[in-house]
């Protein structure tokens, strides 16, 4: 990390990361009656570590899917990659199941975005144990513009 983006991110850099391969998926497509694989990807368990200002260090676990193309080239997860994404899901703790599927394209008739939906709330509890409100609420900001 270049000291800009330390700068930028002063938060960042007080979180431990650390990530696993879980498993290989591939990807597929249905057209036309026929089923392609379109590529493979990464599903990794990340591993966050915080101390927090009151000295407890608190630990949690996320899963989370890198892209095609990433997994391809042989990049692996970087901590700002994944942040950014966590930030995200927390910033869609407001929403409901029916906003949710509306602001990001799900079909709200779906078991599949009903368990997507599930899992994005579980992290924000997670998040909430972590961090707290007040610095996820800064990891955001910091975020914003990833």
């Known amino acids: 990390m270049n000291q800009e983006q330390q700068i930028k991110r002063p938060l960042t850099t007080s979180i431990e990361f650390g990530f696993e391969l879980i498993e290989e998926l591939s990807m597929k497509s249905d057209h ?77 008739d779906s078991i599949k975005s009903l368990n997507v939906f599930k899992a994005l709330k579980k992290n924000q509890t997670k998040l909430n144990y972590l961090f707290g409100p007040e610095t996820m609420q800064k990891l955001s900001e910091e975020y914003q513009d990833y």
């Open 32 to 108: 036309g009656g026929q089923t392609r694989t379109i590529g493979t990807y990464g599903r990794y368990k990340i591993t966050l570590r915080f101390k927090n200002n009151k000295g407890e260090v608190r630990i949690r676990e996320f899963e989370y899917s890198d892209s095609i193309v990433n997994y391809q080239d042989g990049k692996t997860p970087t901590k700002e990659d994944v942040l950014y994404c966590l930030c995200f899901d927390y910033n869609c703790n407001t929403f409901s199941f029916e906003e949710f599927c509306s602001e990001l394209g799900y079909d709200n």
